[in-house]
């Protein structure tokens, strides 16, 4: 996949040097909570996590978690894209924001890039997203990029529910 560039940001796939990067996302008291604690300790268990897990992903066309960049002078925001979990029928929309990022727009921008790469390039006709039912950021989000709520998934260990949400393309 070649980079994808909106009015503000610069979408491209995660390389190594994204290291320090996803150590810090991964490790940031909401990622933990609303996404999962990946037990990245280290630089290094953040560039195995990083190498085994997320760049592995784009073995599939359009599959994957990019790397999301301030165009103006390249600085690592957060991560959004497509996901085939075995859990699910159909792709998920993932992503995940550093907190001085967030509710600026950023996460709207790249979800609807992405969202318009599935339905114009990899012919899809539904995208889903799943969320924690406390996560109210995130479901906003969905509401807003159009999806809605289907079902409740699955009880989360911490109360609540895993929350799936859809929409067609």
Do not use: W
Not at 13 to 36: C, H, M, Q, W
Not at 55 to 74: C, K, N, V
Not at 93 to 106: D, I, K, R, T
């Amino acid at each position: 996949m070649v980079s994808i560039h909106t009015k503000r940001l610069t979408i491209c796939p995660l390389t190594e040097s994204d290291t320090d990067f996803i150590f810090e996302l991964y490790n940031t008291a909401g990622f933990k909570r609303f996404v999962g604690d990946k037990q990245l300790h280290s630089t290094q268990d953040a560039r195995h996590y990083l190498t085994k897990n997320l760049m592995s992903m784009y073995e599939t066309a359009g599959m994957g978690l990019f790397r999301i960049a301030l165009q103006g002078d390249d600085t690592p925001i957060g991560i959004c894209g497509l996901i085939k979990r075995d859990s699910l029928d159909d792709i998920d929309l993932g992503y995940g924001y550093l907190p001085a990022f967030e509710g600026q727009g950023y996460a709207f921008e790249a979800a609807e890039a992405m969202m318009a790469l599935a339905r114009e390039e990899m012919a899809l006709r539904r995208l889903v997203a799943i969320t924690d039912s406390a996560n109210a950021r995130c479901i906003s989000l969905l509401t807003r990029l159009g999806f809605s709520f289907e079902k409740n998934q699955e009880p989360l260990p911490n109360g609540g529910y895993l929350a799936l949400y859809g929409i067609a393309l």
